[in-house]
């Protein structure tokens, strides 16, 4: 997938998922949350079904791992990233919608986990000569 | 994940530096709303549970102002115009939002005309910019 066509595929998820978010809020359609946050779930999905064919590709005979591609570790962190970030929203839209009741704190678990996962991350590539020693 | 760290630092037009530093003021700031909605005793006012997002959009002006400098002094001045306009626009837009948000949340009864639809709608702009961004840099 080109550049233009990745950030033309997040930018209508954001755009539609914003839009749905707002008329919500403000009141004006009284749909489930689950469905408000339909973008989301379509998102992730494509993400995850990319990231899960990216990684089952290794799993090919004659597959040359120094080819340039992130490794198997990078790949396994981002597989759960998302799925850190799918059950946030999940916990989130099941706390709205009043269907559990349980504090925020342990809605936002999975979502402080991936921040720290993301922070470790982009801590690494800012300081890349500590990585190596 | 869809994007490399070098596509992003591309697209937003943020060095990683300011990514991370936004990143982390994010966390700051979900942890305080998580503590202001749980913990009821606490009494923790919503203009102090911003303060992580003013505090980092702060220091990327900061940090952004000295790179443009730097890259005035080196005689690319094009580039450090173009840089200092975008960066601006960005976080002038994000504070907009993040101020009528929480002036929205403190003060409910006095900001009832304020809807959701005003709040985001610098977030509206914003993608607009961002869209005409990635093709540029596509």
């Not at chain 1, 809020?25 to 990231?51: A, E, Y």
């Not at chain 1, 791992?65 to 059950?87: E, I």
């Not at chain 1, 559990?100 to 999975?110: E, G, Q, R, S, Y």
């Not at chain 2, 919503?46 to 303060?51: G, K, N, P, S």
Request: include cysteine; hydrophobic fraction near 60%.
């Amino acid at each position: 997938m080109s550049l233009a066509q990745r950030v033309l595929l997040t930018w209508v998820f954001t755009l539609v998922f914003l839009i749905m978010l707002v008329v919500k809020l403000d009141g004006k359609v009284q749909w489930n949350w689950f469905l408000i946050f339909l973008p989301v779930w379509v998102f992730d999905g494509i993400l995850i079904i990319m990231l899960a064919i990216k990684m089952a590709g290794r799993c090919k005979p004659g597959y040359d791992p120094r080819n340039g591609s992130p490794d198997l570790r990078l790949r396994a962190w981002y597989l759960t990233a998302m799925l850190l970030k799918l059950g946030f929203c999940l916990t989130l839209c099941a706390k709205l919608e009043r269907l559990a009741d349980i504090k925020l704190t342990f809605v936002c678990i999975p979502l402080w986990t991936m921040l720290l996962g993301a922070l470790i991350e982009l801590g690494l590539n800012i300081f890349p000569e500590r990585r190596e020693a | 994940m869809l994007f490399s760290l070098r596509e992003l630092v591309q697209w937003l037009g943020f060095a990683t530096f300011e990514l991370f530093l936004h990143l982390a003021a994010i966390l700051v700031f979900s942890v305080l709303v998580a503590l202001r909605v749980d913990v009821s005793t606490l009494k923790l006012s919503w203009w102090l549970v911003f303060v992580p997002l003013f505090a980092a959009d702060g220091l990327s002006t900061y940090f952004t102002a000295i790179v443009s400098i730097r890259l005035y002094q080196e005689n690319e001045k094009r580039l450090a115009v173009l840089r200092l306009l975008w960066v601006l626009t960005v976080l002038s837009l994000k504070l907009v939002c993040e101020v009528l948000l929480c002036q929205k949340l403190a003060e409910q009864e006095q900001a009832r005309d304020l809807w959701f639809g005003l709040i985001v709608s610098p977030l509206f702009i914003l993608l607009q910019f961002l869209m005409i961004r990635a093709c540029r840099v596509n």
